[in-house]
């Protein structure tokens, strides 16, 4: 699925660090799976619209939220482009990749 990053400077450090493989981990209605991007809280948020992208500092987490609340403050970092309800059929385990389509 297509997503469009913010101006942010975490999504500056994901954009960077792109492409990413990872196994999904599931907690919810939330994708999530560590990624070698370490940044530090900005603007972190509670509460978050299905379909948003954040990274979860504690955990150096890549997150996927498409109905949960996250557990703690997340960076907002973009917006997925599509249906967020297409990732109900991720599971524990499934292969994720995450990689740059332009520039």
């Avoid at 979860?56 to 967020?84: E, H, K, R």
Wanted: aromatic residues 12%.
């Amino acid at each position: 699925m297509d997503a469009t990053l913010n101006e942010s400077a975490t999504a500056n450090l994901i954009w960077g660090a792109l492409s990413f493989q990872s196994q999904a981990k599931v907690w919810g209605d939330e994708i999530y799976f560590n990624i070698r991007v370490k940044a530090e809280s900005e603007n972190p948020q509670a509460e978050v619209p299905s379909g948003t992208l954040a990274y979860w500092p504690p955990g150096s987490a890549f997150c996927i939220f498409f109905g949960q609340t996250p557990y703690s403050p997340v960076n907002v970092f973009g917006m997925l482009d599509g249906q967020p309800s297409d990732f109900a059929v991720v599971r524990d385990g499934d292969k994720v990749l995450v990689e740059k389509i332009g520039e």
